[in-house]
């Protein structure tokens, strides 16, 4: 069992940044994909970005390719989304997601699930 708990939403003016934290518990760190995804009100929640096992390899969505990174570090068993230039468009809740067995795009394969964080882009 994979434990999620995501911190550093908050509201900023578009152009602005924010990093976005999930801490992990539970089963070894080190062994699974993580990812984020987003849902925005009336929408169906979307894929933004996922990083490997080992980070060294990472996928991104097309609409943020370049401005948003995602990292994971091993020591203190956290993911991090660094944000930059942010959009109106980049307002949502944003959702950590592990244990999935391989790097993806897709929700349907992480088993374990944070409960959100707000993002709220200002114009």
């Known amino acids: 069992q994979v434990q999620l708990v995501e911190s550093g939403g908050g509201l900023v003016q578009a152009g602005g940044s924010l990093r976005l934290s999930c801490a992990v518990s539970?089963?070894?760190?080190?062994?699974?994909?993580m990812g984020w995804f987003r849902q925005a009100p009336g929408k169906e929640r979307e894929f933004v970005a996922s990083?490997?096992?080992?980070?060294?390899?990472?996928l991104y969505a097309d609409s943020v390719k370049n401005r948003f990174f995602i990292t994971r570090d091993k020591a203190k068993n956290t993911v991090y989304l660094q944000m930059n230039s942010l959009k109106p468009e980049d307002t949502a809740n944003y959702y950590c997601?592990?244990?999935?067995?391989?790097?993806?795009?897709?929700?349907?394969?992480?088993?374990?699930w944070g409960q959100g964080t707000q993002v709220t882009v200002s114009s």
């Open positions: 539970g089963r070894t760190f080190n062994s699974y994909a």
């Open positions: 997601a592990a244990d999935s067995a391989y790097l993806s795009v897709y929700d349907r394969d992480f088993r374990s």
């Open positions: 990083i490997g096992w080992g980070g060294g390899r990472t």
